[in-house]
């Protein structure tokens, strides 16, 4: 498996931004789709943004008009700005790639079902 290389998460205000950057390879443009998941209270882990090799973009509902994924000129770069962050949003958020971007899965099985999983880099937002 592929670990990433994940920057950008920290700590803000409720309203403020953070942008996620993540840099590997297996992304798209190689015929992977790639996307950042976080992990919810009972250690699921939930797609929150994916991009296809085409730029076909999926988002969370709950996040949809705040958060943008995209591609970066490189072909092993994606990035995620978070904008308008809520309390809710604080969780530990990770980059995956190359393989099955399901809408929910374990995280601790994330490693073995996905060739390329982050560390994971934390994000908090306080109210």
């Known amino acids: 498996a592929i670990e990433p290389e994940e920057s950008g998460g920290g700590s803000v205000q409720t309203g403020g931004s953070l942008r996620l950057s993540c840099y590997a390879s297996?992304?798209?443009?190689?015929?992977?789709?790639a996307g950042w998941y976080r992990q919810t209270p009972t250690n699921e882990c939930e797609l929150v943004a994916s991009?296809?090799?085409?730029?076909?973009?999926y988002y969370l509902d709950s996040v949809k008009g705040r958060f943008t994924i995209s591609k970066g000129d490189a072909r092993n770069q994606i990035f995620l700005q978070m904008n308008d962050l809520r309390p809710e949003d604080t969780a530990r958020y990770y980059c995956?790639?190359?393989?099955?971007?399901?809408?929910?899965?374990?995280?601790?099985?994330?490693?073995?079902?996905?060739?390329?999983w982050g560390r994971g880099i934390q994000v908090t937002v306080s109210s």
């Open positions: 991009i296809s090799s085409l730029k076909t973009m």
């Open positions: 297996g992304f798209p443009g190689t015929n992977s789709d």
């Open positions: 995956a790639a190359d393989g099955p971007l399901l809408p929910r899965i374990t995280c601790a099985y994330a490693p073995y079902r996905l060739n390329t």
